[in-house]
């Protein structure tokens, strides 16, 4: 294999840069010309494909978002689409593909290995919502900016006697809300995997202020019910002043944490290597502290399994 071309695509995470770094590296290592595609799968069908270097990538690992800009591909869901992609990548004799992103993204890179590109796809979403893989790239770094948040609401909370809400990502999956949470002191958690009661949260603000405690953090995952409905609920039931932040993308940006920047790292050099063995079709996963790989379909097809007794603690621990 003489080419490899990388590609960023779906919603943006910390730590893409790190990988971009890694893949560039290992490839002029190995001596393997290396090519970034700009906005993912959109720039692969208009041909805006362009030769790195060391250079390239000085200076990113730091860097939140992709220095190779990411989008969403309709045209890329087209049988047209897709033979324009393909056309591209055998225009520029490239033989090997390296994609970051999602589930949509490995959707992508399994059509474009079973059309003879030999590809590996890394897992980047901040939301951790792959069932394969303990932990996604951005994750970590995700988390982290939620608990600063958690930290500084609850000391003006605090000031004025009020709950407040806080809405984080995640869509179907509570990951964020549940690992923020736990690390941030909440003292409750809505996730879409449990159940939800208002009632039980109004009572354990109820119940704190009883003892005179001064502030009632609330983590709520988006997508379950509106935040301002949910303080309209707490207001009137709780009788307590209840205010509403939403992060929203603030949380795909910032610098990656040590722990995103270490699994991009490794998961960068793995997956070229792979490419090297002539290795395809494969998500690369991290579990048991160490990157594994498994077959891109298996990847897209695994559920992703709740952490209730995490979920539990947290009840636990904030009574």
Not at 5 to 32: E, F, K, Q, W
Not at 65 to 83: D, H, V, Y
Not at 262 to 282: E, H, P, R, W, Y
Not at 289 to 310: D, G, L, R, T
């Amino acid at each position: 294999m003489k080419k490899i071309a990388i590609l960023t695509s779906g919603g943006d995470s910390p730590g893409m840069n790190p990988v971009i770094r890694a893949v560039v590296r290992t490839c002029i290592y190995h001596g393997i010309k290396i090519y970034g595609i700009r906005f993912g799968y959109d720039g692969l069908i208009k041909g805006d494909i362009f030769e790195m270097n060391v250079s390239s990538v000085a200076d990113i690992i730091q860097k939140g978002g992709t220095i190779l800009g990411s989008a969403r591909s309709k045209e890329f869901l087209t049988i047209e689409g897709q033979e324009k992609a393909l056309k591209n990548l055998q225009d520029f004799e490239i033989e090997g593909l390296v994609v970051l992103g999602g589930d949509g993204t490995f959707r992508g890179a399994n059509v474009l290995s079973r059309r003879g590109i030999k590809t590996i796809a890394i897992p980047c979403t901040i939301d951790n919502d792959m069932g394969y893989t303990d932990y996604t790239i951005g994750f970590f770094t995700s988390v982290n900016t939620v608990i600063e948040a958690i930290s500084k609401l609850r000391d003006t909370s605090s000031s004025h006697g009020r709950a407040n809400i806080l809405e984080v990502m995640g869509r179907k999956c509570g990951d964020i809300a549940l690992n923020s949470g736990l690390a941030g002191g909440a003292e409750s958690i809505i996730v879409p995997e449990v159940e939800f009661d208002i009632n039980k949260v109004c009572n354990k603000i109820i119940c704190g202020r009883k003892r005179g405690k001064l502030h009632h953090i609330i983590v709520l995952t988006e997508g379950i019910l509106s935040p301002y409905e949910l303080k309209r609920q707490i207001q009137e039931k709780a009788k307590i002043d209840t205010r509403v932040t939403v992060l929203g993308h603030i949380q795909r940006g910032g610098t990656p944490s040590s722990i995103d920047r270490i699994i991009a790292s490794q998961m960068g050099s793995v997956a070229v290597k792979l490419l090297l063995q002539d290795k395809t079709d494969l998500a690369l996963s991290f579990k048991n502290n160490q990157v594994e790989y498994v077959p891109i379909e298996e990847a897209v097809s695994s559920k992703k399994i709740f952490n209730k007794s995490m979920y539990d603690i947290v009840d636990e621990l904030s009574i």
